[in-house]
C-alpha cells in the first residue's frame, strides 16, 4: 500500500462550547464525554448492551452482544429480534411524539406540507399492506428510484416494516447505474416516481428505470410502483406497472411490523470503491439504527422540541442515516426538501432556516462554498440578511471542510453562536465515527476532532504501527462497533480483502488517510485509494474510465482528480482515441460528446470537467499508467518528479499542452 498524502494546513484557532448548550447537552462537557468512553473502553459489550436495551424496542431481547466468531462479519446482538419501523414510528405513538409533525416536506416550489408521526405510520402501514399484498415479504429486495419526498421516506419505511431489504438508488444516476444495482441486487420490486423537479426542471425516473428493466437481466422484477410527482408521461407495461395511488387504495391503516433478526440486513447501499464496479454495502437493522439513533443523541444533541434538516439526498448514506431513520427514532421533527440550494436563488436555505424554524442544520461543505461565493457577491441573499436565530447546531458531512469554509459558516450561519459539527463517516460505517460533540469539544476549523465513545480511531502505518502525532497515516478503526458494514452484497471475499488486509491485524481500513495533531485531533486528509469526492459525492476512478472506455471512439482513459475551489475535487480525464489526434473544434466537440457519454452512462455527476486528449498515456515500462504524474499535469503544475522510469516522458508535455 501507499499513501500520497500532502501535509494539509494545521489550524491554530481554538473555538469553545458554547455554555448554554453545554449545560443542557445530552453529552455535557468533555467530563461526560470522558465517562462515556472510558465506559466504552473499559467492557465495551456491556456499553452496547446497555446502549442496545435502552435505546431500541425489542421483540425478543437479546442476550448475546457480539457474535465475533466468524470476524470479521461481526454480528451484534445477534439473539435479538424487533422491527426497525416500529423502532421508528410505533414506538411513538401514545406518547406526546405521536402528534408532533414528523415531516415538513418543502418543494422546489416552494409548497409546504406536514405529517404528524401518527399519518407517517399510516401512510407506512397503507403502503407495507399493498407491497404485502402484491406478495412481497422479508428478505426480497426492492430498489428504490425516488425524488426527495415524502413518499421516498414511506416507502423505505414500508420496506422496512416488511423486512423487505431496500437499495436506494440516487435520482440522479443514469438507467445504466439502475439497471446494475437491479441486477446485482437481484430486485423484485421497483419503487419510483413519473419524475423529480428540481431546480425548476422536471427530470424523468419513470422512464429511466424502463430503460434500465429492457437492458435484460431484471426479468425478476415483478412489480414496479409509480408515485405520481409531475404528472409526466410515462410508458407502461400493463402487466408490471402500479400506480402508487391505485396500490394504496382501500388498504388497512394498520400494518404489523414483522420481526426481524437484529442482523437482517435492513438495507443495501452501493458505494464506489477502487475498483470498477460500485459494491453493496450490507448494513443490518438493530446495530445499524443504534447507531443512527445515538449518533442523533450525541452528535446533534437530540431533543423532542428540535427542528432537524439534513440536505442530504435519501440515495446517500446521510440521507439514511438522518433523514429516514435516525431523526424519526429519535422523534424530532425534520424538514425534507426536493429542490437545490440556488432555486429560485442562493438564499433558499437561509430562507427554509428562517420559515420552519430549523434548530439543527446539516449540510455537505461543497454546498457551503458554492453558497459563500453567492452570498458575498449579493446581500439579498447573505445569511445575515436572515432571521437564523432559531439555530443552535450546525453540521457538516462528506468531504474535508476547508477552514476558511469552516470560519464562514461558523460566522455568518452560525452567528458565532452554534458549533459547527464537522462529522466524518463513510456508507460502510453506517453512522458518525469521529465529530465533535456540541456540548463536549472545543472545535479546531478542519478537523473532525474526536472519535465517538466506543470508538476506537487510530492511524496506523502499513505495518498497522500507530503512528506519532503530528505524522499521516491511514485510519483504521480497531474494534467492531454497531452500524459496521456486514458485508458486500454477494462479495463476502470483497469485504475481507479491501476492509480487512491482513496487514491492518483485523482492522477496519477505512480508506482515509489521517493525521492526528497534539490533542489527539484526527484530521482527515483524503483517501488513500482510487476514489474521488466530487462535491461530496464520491466517485471511483476506475468506474468514470470503464464508461470512457466504453464509448466507441476511445481507446484509453486515465481519470485522477483535481482539487477544486467549490467542489473539492473535479475530475479530469486523459483519453486516447482510435483516430487521430483531434485539434481545436474539433477536440472540444469530442470532448463534449464523451462528457455527455459519462452522463448517460452513470449520471451527470460523474461527468469530467476537463478531457484531455493524448497520443498516448505516461506509462512504466512494465505499462502502469502513472496517475501521480497525471494529478501534477491535471493541476497545471510543473513536473519535478523523475521521470526517467517512463517508457514515453514526451507525452507529458503533449497531455500539458492539450488544456
Ligand atoms: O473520504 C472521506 C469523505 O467521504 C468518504 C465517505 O464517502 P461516502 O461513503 O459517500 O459517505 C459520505 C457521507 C458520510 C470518506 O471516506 N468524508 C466524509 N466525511 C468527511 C470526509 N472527509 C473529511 N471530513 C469529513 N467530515
Given amino acids: 500500500m501507499t499513501t500520497e498524502i500532502e501535509s494539509i494546513l494545521v489550524e491554530n484557532r481554538v473555538f469553545s462550547p458554547p455554555a448554554d448548550l453545554m449545560s443542557q447537552a445530552n453529552v455535557s462537557g468533555m467530563r461526560g464525554y470522558k465517562a462515556l468512553c472510558d465506559e466504552a473502553d473499559r467492557d465495551p459489550e456491556a456499553f452496547w448492551a446497555r446502549l442496545g436495551r435502552e435505546n431500541l424496542v425489542w421483540d425478543t431481547p437479546f442476550n448475546q452482544v457480539i457474535d465475533a466468531s466468524n470476524a470479521p462479519f461481526y454480528r451484534f446482538f445477534p439473539d435479538g429480534e424487533l422491527n426497525i419501523s416500529a423502532n421508528c414510528l410505533d414506538r411513538h405513538m401514545g406518547t406526546p411524539v405521536e402528534n408532533h409533525t414528523a415531516l415538513i416536506f418543502e418543494a422546489d416550489d416552494g409548497q409546504v406540507s406536514r405529517v404528524t408521526y401518527k399519518e407517517l405510520l399510516v401512510r407506512v402501514s397503507r403502503l407495507a399492506n399493498a407491497i404485502k399484498a402484491l406478495g412481497y415479504a422479508k428478505g426480497d429486495r426492492a430498489v428504490i428510484y425516488m425524488p426527495m419526498s415524502i413518499e421516498a421516506v414511506v416507502a423505505m419505511q414500508a420496506c422496512a416494516r416488511l423486512g423487505v431489504i431496500h437499495s436506494v438508488v440516487f435520482g440522479g444516476f443514469s438507467s445504466k447505474s439502475i439497471h446494475e444495482r437491479v441486477v446485482d441486487v437481484g430486485a423484485t420490486l421497483v419503487i419510483t416516481a413519473d419524475a423529480q423537479i428540481r431546480g425548476g426542471r422536471t427530470i424523468a425516473l419513470k422512464n429511466a428505470v424502463d430503460e434500465a428493466l429492457a437492458m435484460g437481466g431484471c426479468e425478476a422484477v415483478r412489480k414496479v410502483i409509480t408515485y405520481?410527482?409531475?404528472?409526466?408521461?410515462?410508458?407502461?407495461?400493463?402487466?408490471?406497472?402500479?400506480?402508487?395511488?391505485?396500490?394504496?387504495?382501500?388498504?388497512?391503516?394498520?400494518?404489523?411490523?414483522?420481526?426481524?433478526?437484529?442482523?437482517?440486513?435492513?438495507?443495501?447501499?452501493?458505494?464506489?470503491?477502487s475498483t470498477g464496479k460500485p459494491k453493496g454495502v450490507q448494513h443490518s437493522s438493530a446495530g445499524y439504527l443504534l447507531w443512527s439513533l445515538m449518533t442523533m443523541k450525541w452528535t446533534f444533541d437530540a431533543k423532542p422540541d428540535d427542528v432537524f434538516w439534513c440536505t442530504a439526498d435519501v440515495g446517500w448514506v446521510t440521507g439514511h442515516s438522518y433523514v429516514t431513520y435516525g431523526p424519526l427514532a429519535a422523534g424530532v421533527t425534520q424538514v425534507v426538501f426536493e429542490g437545490v440550494p440556488t432555486y429560485p436563488d442562493a438564499a433558499r436555505f437561509w430562507k427554509m432556516i428562517q420559515a420552519h424554524k430549523v434548530s439543527v442544520f446539516y449540510t455537505a461543505p461543497t454546498a457551503i462554498r458554492s453558497l459563500i461565493k453567492l452570498s458575498e457577491a449579493d446581500p439579498a441573499v447573505h445569511p445575515r440578511s436572515f432571521d437564523l436565530s432559531s439555530l443552535r447546531i450546525i453540521g457538516s458531512v462528506g468531504e474535508p471542510i476547508n477552514p476558511e469554509a469552516w470560519v464562514w459558516y461558523y460566522n455568518n450561519v452560525g452567528a458565532g453562536r452554534c458549533p459547527v459539527?464537522?462529522?466524518?463517516?463513510?456508507?460502510?460505517?453506517?453512522?458518525?465515527?469521529?465529530?465533535?460533540?456540541?456540548?463536549?469539544?472545543?472545535?479546531?476549523?478542519?478537523?473532525?476532532?474526536?472519535?465517538?465513545?466506543?470508538?476506537?480511531?487510530?492511524?496506523?502505518?502499513?505495518?498497522?504501527?500507530?503512528?506519532?502525532?503530528?505524522?499521516?497515516?491511514?485510519?483504521?478503526?480497531?474494534?467492531?462497533?454497531?452500524?459496521?458494514?456486514?458485508?458486500?452484497?454477494?462479495?463476502?471475499?470483497?469485504?475481507?480483502?479491501?476492509?480487512?488486509?491482513?496487514?491492518?491485524?483485523?482492522?477496519?481500513?477505512?480508506?482515509?488517510?489521517?493525521?492526528?495533531?497534539?490533542?489527539?485531533?484526527?484530521?482527515?486528509?483524503?483517501?488513500?485509494?482510487?476514489?474521488?469526492?466530487?462535491?461530496?459525492?464520491?466517485?471511483?476512478?476506475?468506474?468514470?474510465?470503464?464508461?470512457?472506455?466504453?464509448?466507441?471512439?476511445?481507446?484509453?482513459?486515465?481519470?485522477?482528480?483535481?482539487?477544486?475551489?467549490?467542489?473539492?475535487?473535479?475530475?479530469?480525464?486523459?483519453?486516447?482515441?482510435?483516430?487521430?489526434?483531434?485539434?481545436?473544434?474539433?477536440?472540444?466537440?469530442?470532448?463534449?460528446?464523451?462528457?455527455?457519454?459519462?452522463?448517460?452512462?452513470?449520471?451527470?455527476?460523474?461527468?469530467?470537467?476537463?478531457?484531455?486528449?493524448?497520443?498516448?498515456?505516461?506509462?512504466?515500462?512494465?505499462?502502469?499508467?502513472?496517475?501521480?504524474?497525471?494529478?501534477?499535469?491535471?493541476?497545471?503544475e510543473p513536473i519535478t518528479q523523475d521521470v526517467s522510469t517512463l517508457e514515453n516522458p514526451g507525452i507529458l508535455e503533449q497531455l500539458a499542452q492539450a488544456c
Fill in 228 to 273: 405520481r410527482r409531475a404528472g409526466s408521461d410515462i410508458g407502461w407495461h400493463a402487466d408490471r406497472d402500479l400506480w402508487w395511488h391505485d396500490v394504496i387504495q382501500g388498504q388497512s391503516d394498520q400494518c404489523p411490523p414483522v420481526t426481524v433478526e437484529a442482523d437482517h440486513p435492513l438495507f443495501i447501499l452501493y458505494t464506489s470503491g
Fill in 421 to 636: 459539527i464537522d462529522t466524518w463517516w463513510q456508507t460502510e460505517t453506517g453512522a458518525h465515527m469521529i465529530t465533535p460533540l456540541p456540548g463536549v469539544t472545543p472545535l479546531k476549523p478542519g478537523s473532525c476532532t474526536l472519535p465517538l465513545p466506543g470508538i476506537d480511531a487510530a492511524v496506523v502505518d502499513e505495518t498497522g504501527q500507530e503512528v506519532e502525532r503530528g505524522k499521516g497515516g491511514f485510519l483504521v478503526i480497531r474494534k467492531p462497533w454497531p452500524a459496521m458494514i456486514r458485508t458486500v452484497w454477494g462479495d463476502p471475499e470483497r469485504f475481507k480483502k479491501t476492509y480487512f488486509p491482513p496487514e491492518m491485524k483485523g482492522w477496519y481500513l477505512a480508506g482515509d488517510g489521517a493525521q492526528r495533531d497534539k490533542d489527539g485531533y484526527f484530521w482527515i486528509m483524503g483517501r488513500i485509494d482510487d476514489v474521488l469526492n466530487v462535491s461530496g459525492h464520491r466517485l471511483g476512478t476506475m468506474e468514470v474510465e470503464s464508461a470512457l472506455v466504453a464509448h466507441e471512439m476511445v481507446a484509453e482513459a486515465a481519470v485522477v482528480g483535481r482539487p477544486d475551489e467549490t467542489t473539492g475535487e473535479a475530475i479530469v480525464a486523459f483519453v486516447v482515441l482510435n483516430g487521430p489526434l483531434p485539434q481545436g473544434d474539433q477536440a472540444a466537440d469530442m470532448a463534449q460528446q464523451l462528457r455527455d457519454w459519462v452522463a448517460r452512462e452513470i449520471g451527470p455527476i460523474a461527468k469530467p470537467r476537463e478531457i484531455r486528449f493524448g497520443e498516448n498515456l505516461p506509462k512504466t515500462r512494465s505499462g502502469k499508467i502513472m496517475r501521480r504524474l497525471l494529478r501534477v499535469v491535471a493541476k497545471g
